[in-house]
C-alpha cells in the first residue's frame, strides 16, 4: 500500500533506460524517507548512482515489472518513456494495485496519437497550428495540390521524435508524405497529420498532475539539431537549459490558463483519469503561445536539467499526483539557480552511430555538476561503453547561464569516449560570454 500523498515513498521504481530515467533515479535517491530506487532496464551509468539499483527488466515487459513490483514491495513507479505508457504499462501496474506515476493508454494519446491529440486540442479550444488528418498518401497529396503550401508532416503514432518534417517547400512536403506512407515508421505511418508552419521561438513547459490539478515546473529550452547555429538534421536534442527566461512567472501563468488546464478539462470529459506529467511544447508565435505538441512523459534532455533544481519533495509530489491527491501534498520547492545540459554523442548520430567504445570519466556526480548516462552499458567485466546515439548528458548549476554553461563545458572535458560528438553552442540565446 501507498504511503500517505504528504510522505515520501520509501521505495520506488523508475522504468526506462535513458538519460531521463538516470537524472529520475538520481534526483528520486536524493528525497529524505526514499530508502532504495530501482532502474529498469536502466543503463551503463545506473551503478554509479548512490542508493540506486539495477533490474534487468525490459521497459515493455508488464508481466515481469508487475512480478518486480510485488517482490520490492513497490510505493511508487515513475514510468520514463512514452512506448510503455501508450501501450498500457500504468494499467496494469494499477490493477495490480501500485501507485504509478504516468497516464494509462488513454491519456497516453496524447501523444501516441497526433490525430488524437490535435482534435482534443480543438476540442478544448487550446491555441495550436491549423492541421488537415489524412489517413492514405493519396489524401495527403490532395491536400497538398489544394492548399499549395508546405506544410510540418508528422507520423500520427511514437516514432522516437523522428517522424516530424518541417517542410521548406512543396517538394519536401510530397516527398515526406511519400516516406511515411512508404512505411519508414511502420504502424506509426499509417496515417498522417499535415500541419500550418508557424515561427516563433520553442519552449517546452512541463506540468505534474494528479488529473484535478497540477504543479508547474520552471520552462526549458532544449536544442534539437545537431549542427552549431542551430543546423543539421533534428535529434532527440543536443542540450537545454532552465528556466528559459522566453517565459516568466506571468507568461507560464498565461499557458496554464490557455493551454494545461483547458487540456485537463478535456481529458476529465473523456474520462480519462490522466496521472503523470503532460509536457506542452509550445512556439511562441506574434499571435500568442501555440502547441507544436504534447506529450505524455518529461522531455528527454529538458529532464535531465530540471532534475537538480527540484526540492526534496519531488519524492512525495510525485506520489500524490500518482495517488490523486495533489492537495495533500508538500510544496514543491524549486532552486533558483539556472541549469545547462550539453549532450554528448556518439560519431554519426542522428544517423548510423558507431557504438562499442569505452568511456572513461573522472567526473563525480556533485551538488552543481552531474553526469547522467543515456547510450551506454556495463559489459561482463563491468567496463561502460557507448551503446546508443545520444551517450551522456552533462548538467551543471551556477547563479547565472554564464556560470552554468562554463561548468558544464567544464566537466565534459573530463568525460572521453572515440567520436565524442557535442554542441559548443547550447545555450546561445542566454549566454553571453
Known amino acids: 500500500m501507498a504511503p500517505a500523498a504528504s510522505q515520501s515513498p520509501a521505495r520506488i521504481l523508475v522504468v526506462g533506460g535513458g538519460g531521463r530515467e538516470n537524472s529520475l533515479g538520481w534526483a528520486l535517491g536524493r528525497c529524505p524517507g526514499v530508502e532504495h530506487v530501482w532502474i529498469a532496464p536502466g543503463n551503463g551509468g545506473t551503478a554509479d548512482l548512490v542508493g540506486v539499483g539495477q533490474l534487468a527488466i525490459a521497459e515493455g515487459d508488464q508481466a515481469a515489472l508487475v512480478q518486480a513490483c510485488q517482490q520490492h514491495q513497490i510505493e511508487l513507479v515513475v514510468v520514463g518513456p512514452e512506448a510503455p505508457l501508450a501501450s498500457g504499462l500504468a494499467d496494469a501496474l494499477r490493477s495490480a494495485g501500485f501507485a504509478v506515476f504516468g497516464p494509462g493508454a488513454d491519456g497516453a494519446q496524447l501523444e501516441a496519437s497526433k490525430q488524437w491529440a490535435k482534435a482534443l486540442m480543438l476540442e478544448a479550444g487550446v491555441p495550436t497550428a491549423g492541421y488537415w488528418a489524412a489517413n492514405s498518401r493519396e489524401e495527403a497529396l490532395a491536400v497538398v495540390d489544394r492548399e499549395q503550401q508546405a506544410f510540418v508532416v508528422k507520423a500520427d503514432g511514437l516514432a522516437a521524435g523522428k517522424g516530424v518534417t518541417v517542410a521548406e517547400n512543396i517538394e519536401e512536403t510530397m516527398a515526406a508524405i511519400e516516406e511515411i506512407f512508404a512505411g519508414r515508421f511502420g504502424e506509426a505511418g499509417a496515417s ?30 532544449d536544442h534539437k539539431r545537431i549542427g552549431e547555429g542551430d543546423t543539421g538534421p533534428n535529434t532527440g536534442g543536443m542540450g537545454a537549459y532552465a528556466p528559459a527566461p522566453l517565459l516568466d512567472g506571468a507568461g507560464l501563468e498565461n499557458v496554464r490558463t490557455l493551454v494545461l488546464e483547458p487540456i485537463l478539462a478535456a481529458l476529465q470529459g473523456r474520462g480519462i483519469d490522466y496521472r503523470g506529467v503532460i509536457y506542452a511544447g509550445l512556439m511562441l508565435t506574434a ?3 501555440k502547441v507544436i505538441e504534447f506529450n505524455c512523459r518529461f522531455g528527454d534532455p529538458e529532464c535531465e536539467t530540471l532534475m537538480p533544481l527540484m526540492g526534496p519533495e519531488l519524492a512525495p509530489v510525485l506520489l500524490a499526483c500518482a495517488s490523486g491527491n495533489l492537495e495533500g501534498a508538500p510544496k514543491l520547492s524549486v532552486s533558483p539557480r539556472c541549469s545547462a545540459c550539453v549532450i554528448a554523442a556518439a560519431q554519426g548520430y542522428p544517423g548510423e552511430i558507431r557504438s562499442g567504445d569505452p568511456i572513461s570519466s573522472g567526473l563525480q556526480n556533485q551538488n552543481d555538476l552531474q553526469l547522467f548516462h543515456a547510450g551506454s552499458q556495463r559489459n561482463a567485466s563491468g567496463q561502460c561503453h557507448t551503446s546508443g546515439g545520444r551517450v551522456l548528458a552533462v548538467v551543471a548549476q ?9 561548468r558544464a563545458y567544464a566537466g565534459l572535458k573530463q568525460v572521453h569516449f572515440e567520436g565524442i560528438t557535442f554542441r559548443r553552442d547550447i545555450g546561445h540565446q542566454v549566454r553571453h560570454r
Not at 551556477?398 to 556560470?403: N, V
Open 287 to 289: 499571435q500568442g503561445p
Open 192 to 221: 498522417l497529420v499535415l500541419e500550418e508552419r508557424l515561427s516563433g521561438p520553442e519552449v517546452s513547459v512541463f506540468a505534474l498532475t494528479d488529473g484535478s490539478g497540477m504543479v508547474l515546473l520552471p520552462p526549458a529550452q
Open 398 to 406: 551556477a547563479e547565472d547561464f554564464d556560470g552554468a554553461f562554463e
